[in-house]
């Protein structure tokens, strides 16, 4: 079993930024891909970005351009750089991770940490 530890929330100005971290620990030989989602209040989670095993990446068009997202499998850690946040960016990120064990495939979450932009 993988477990996920989120950190780096906080509170920030519009346009301001944050790097939020997620750190693997278990059975992190197994970790394919890995990825943040994110929850605002009254809204379903959504997508935010992707990272593979190799370090191929994707994003959704709401924050592409503004957030990087990276991995150092040495720190079994993976990262999110968020820049020029916006009120909409307000929300509860969740990291998560697709592993397999045995030869089977499973999923992942994080407590999640909470990401304010406020004025």
């Known amino acids: 079993q993988v477990h996920l530890v989120e950190s780096g929330g906080g509170l920030v100005q519009p346009g301001g930024s944050l790097r939020l971290s997620c750190a693997a620990s278990?059975?992190?030989?197994?970790?394919?891909?890995m990825g943040w989602y994110r929850q605002a209040p009254g809204k379903q989670r959504e997508w935010v970005a992707r990272?593979?095993?190799?370090?191929?990446?994707n994003y959704a068009d709401s924050v592409k351009g503004r957030f990087t997202i990276s991995r150092d499998n040495a720190k079994n850690t993976m990262y999110l750089q968020m820049n020029s946040l916006k009120p909409e960016d307000m929300a509860v990120y969740y990291c998560?991770?697709?592993?397999?064990?045995?030869?089977?495939?499973?999923?992942?979450w994080g407590q999640g940490t909470q990401v304010t932009v406020s004025s």
């Open positions: 278990g059975s992190i030989f197994g970790l394919n891909n």
């Open positions: 998560n991770a697709v592993y397999s064990n045995a030869g089977a495939y499973y999923t992942s």
């Open positions: 990272i593979t095993s190799g370090g191929s990446t």
